[in-house]
């Protein structure tokens, strides 16, 4: 495996500022190979690593030993199946979540299988139910069990076997998709979830029974107990009153008064550092703009070590994959807006860092673009974030400008890091907008639930009014923008030239919903075995058949006025064909037809073959040159 001749490479903390080079054209695959791993994680003794490996049409693990970089263990699941994550449960065993991707963009809808196995690779098992599973403790003093929990119609506790996944059940509690929380005596406290109506749900346990602690409309006030303190008396709550992100409170399990330890106005919690044996919370960490943490036990010596492998790394963010439960090794991943990332395993005996393998060592740094954060104002008053990536050698003035909204729409946002697809466009002189538009999350439920309803309304003019900061700025060219997006960005790209017909030059849409009513019957979201996706479904898109029209594509082709580019995999069962078909239909009944389409038989949501990626690319590229590449005169069909 070519990672092994880098696995025993040691280096120095130090981190030098790369020489100066000349604008260099980076070849289209080098953005969409493979990365060379998709996750590492730790063994809880420190002894051993895994790591997901991507080969294709399937993501492979393998084991390794730390003192020599042996292989030590290797997994397969066949064609489709992607190892994407491992769960240790023992110093010698873990599982492994294996989901089936329908499509670069997105995996099969439903729960992943899971997999034991030891790290050698013996005694692999099948665990029945087990991407339905939670794991509540990993209760590491009876290294045979784990303790989980799973939803029905109501929550149940239980130990879990974990070499033949057997069960027993410990508790229930009345409430949908939940969970527990234990004390460090492995007491059951609290129970979290929904009710039958969607609704935010947090109980006590008191005695034999359950009283209620909270209770709230989606979108609203919140609070989550997260765990105890070393002591085993108060808990840790997270708390949103309105909707508002929310804050990292202690209390008593009774509630009382509260002594905050974390809060970031504007963004949730996207991580916690605890301490090695679990019993302390060290660090909050938030993505606002960039990521940080935010220590809350500054004096424990594991916050300090933190603390100096952050500063140690400078230009880059740091993320703690795993600690070894004496404390000793902690694996670290550091990566950037221009860097894919690394992983190191330090050692706090020795002080070093031992380098362990590269994202995507073929890219260069010193060639990619910054990726900066910014803050934009809507026209209601709302405030919006998001980044703004500037080709690296240019003045970055009266730039052609690519509108590149996300996808999900709700849940997902953009974040600060190595994006292949912002690469590739600053590369070729494109300046591209991402904004975190409402709808998005990662700024509390209340920005979240805001988008309800509003995918072709409110949300299309929060990017609008972000385009229109950017050129007000100096940076775009008013006449020289475009938008391209996937799944909801391409969507959303293809209503924002319906909705802002003379703003845009032209628009890519990749794999988009462009029928609303349609896609609520045929896609797998809909044909979902329980009703959470079609509850999904009703909640967020408008309530009747008129509004869904107005909002969706399709019934709106009168108004586009612009070259298009429509994408799609014709196997794709998230977003299906039907979608793709049914806007052609309309724009050739309009007398518009698409002026680049690009179909493959064999993909699904976002294509997968490496080939089929660089000829995407390629055309996109070739697409939006023509339009924007040059100076244009004013706006409106070319």
């Known amino acids: 495996m070519k990672m092994l001749r880098r696995f025993a490479l040691a280096m120095s903390l130090a981190v030098t500022a790369p020489a100066a080079v000349q604008a260099v054209e980076v070849p289209v695959g080098d953005f969409f190979k493979d990365p060379e791993f998709t996750d590492v994680s730790l063994s809880p003794n420190g002894d051993f690593i895994t790591v997901s490996v991507p080969q294709g049409d399937r993501t492979l693990l393998a084991a390794f030993r730390v003192a020599d970089m042996k292989l030590v263990g290797k997994w397969d699941y066949g064609a489709k199946k992607h190892i994407e994550g491992v769960r240790w449960v023992n110093d010698e065993r873990f599982f492994m979540y294996v989901t089936e991707k329908v499509g670069r963009f997105d995996r099969r809808v439903g729960n992943a299988d899971v997999y034991a196995s030891n790290v050698d690779g013996t005694q692999r098992a099948d665990i029945p139910n087990g991407g339905t599973y939670q794991i509540v403790d990993s209760t590491w003093d009876d290294p045979k069990t784990i303790?989980?929990?799973?939803?029905?119609?109501?929550?149940?506790?239980?130990?879990?076997?974990?070499?033949?996944?057997?069960?027993?059940?410990?508790?229930?509690?009345?409430?949908?998709?939940?969970?527990?929380?234990?004390?460090?005596?492995?007491?059951?406290?609290?129970a979290v979830g929904t009710d039958e109506k969607n609704q935010n749900i947090t109980l006590r346990r008191v005695g034999d029974r359950w009283e209620p602690v909270a209770k709230s409309e989606m979108g609203g006030a919140m609070r989550w107990p997260m765990g105890f303190d070393r002591e085993n008396k108060r808990v840790l709550f997270a708390i949103s009153d309105k909707g508002e992100p929310s804050r990292l409170v202690l209390t008593n399990p009774e509630g009382g008064e509260e002594t905050r330890l974390a809060w970031n106005e504007n963004v949730d919690p996207i991580d916690y550092l605890t301490s090695s044996d679990e019993r302390d919370l060290l660090a909050v960490e938030y993505m606002d703009g960039t990521p940080g943490y935010t220590f809350v036990n500054k004096d424990h010596p594991e916050s300090k070590v933190y603390a100096g492998l952050i500063n140690a790394f400078p230009d880059h963010a740091v993320r703690f994959d795993g600690i070894s439960r004496n404390g000793q090794y902690i694996l670290i991943r550091a990566y950037s807006d221009v860097d894919p990332g690394s992983y190191y395993l330090f050692d706090r005996q020795t002080g070093q860092a031992k380098f362990l393998l590269s994202a995507m060592e073929w890219i260069k740094p010193e060639q990619m673009s910054p990726m900066d954060p910014i803050v934009v104002t809507a026209r209601d008053g709302t405030e919006l974030h998001g980044y703004l990536t500037v080709p690296k050698y240019s003045d970055g003035k009266n730039l052609p400008l690519i509108l590149h909204p996300h996808g999900g729409p709700h849940g997902p946002r953009d974040e600060w890091g190595f994006n292949p697809e912002v690469q590739f466009l600053a590369n070729r002189g494109f300046a591209v907008l991402q904004i975190n538009f409402r709808g998005s999350g990662g700024y509390?439920?209340?920005?979240?639930?805001?988008?309800?309803?509003?995918?072709?309304?409110?949300?299309?003019?929060?990017?609008?009014?972000?385009?229109?900061?950017?050129?007000?700025?100096?940076?775009?060219?008013?006449?020289?923008?475009?938008?391209?997006?996937?799944?909801?960005?391409?969507?959303?790209?293809?209503?924002?030239?319906?909705?802002?017909?003379?703003?845009?030059?032209?628009?890519?849409?990749?794999?988009?919903?462009?029928?609303?009513?349609?896609?609520?019957?045929?896609?797998?979201?809909?044909?979902?075995?329980?009703?959470?996706?079609?509850n999904y479904q009703v909640r967020v898109f408008p309530e009747d058949e008129a509004g869904r029209q107005a909002q969706s594509p399709a019934f709106n082709v009168d108004k586009i006025r612009v070259p298009l580019m429509l994408v799609h995999g014709a196997k794709d069962p998230r977003v299906p064909?039907?979608?793709?078909?049914?806007?052609?239909k309309k724009l050739e009944e309009a007398g518009k037809p698409p002026e680049v389409t690009i179909v493959e038989d064999k993909e699904g949501h976002g294509f997968y073959d490496y080939q089929n990626q660089v000829d995407l690319y390629t055309a996109m590229e070739k697409f939006l040159d023509k339009y924007i590449g040059t100076p244009k005169p004013a706006t409106g069909a070319p």
């Open 147 to 190: 303790i989980v929990s799973r939803s029905w119609d109501s929550a149940v506790l239980s130990r879990l076997n974990v070499y033949d996944g057997g069960v027993r059940t410990i508790a229930t509690a009345p409430i949908h998709q939940g969970s527990f929380v234990l004390d460090h005596e492995l007491n059951v406290r609290f």
């Open 444 to 534: 509390g439920s209340a920005f979240e639930s805001a988008g309800y309803r509003k995918w072709g309304t409110a949300m299309i003019d929060d990017m609008t009014d972000a385009v229109k900061w950017v050129v007000d700025q100096g940076i775009a060219d008013s006449n020289r923008i475009c938008t391209y997006g996937a799944s909801y960005g391409g969507y959303a790209a293809v209503q924002s030239v319906v909705r802002e017909p003379d703003r845009y030059r032209c628009a890519i849409g990749y794999v988009g919903l462009y029928n609303m009513s349609l896609w609520m019957k045929d896609s797998d979201v809909a044909d979902r075995e329980s009703d959470s996706g079609r």
């Open 577 to 584: 064909i039907s979608q793709y078909d049914f806007l052609m």
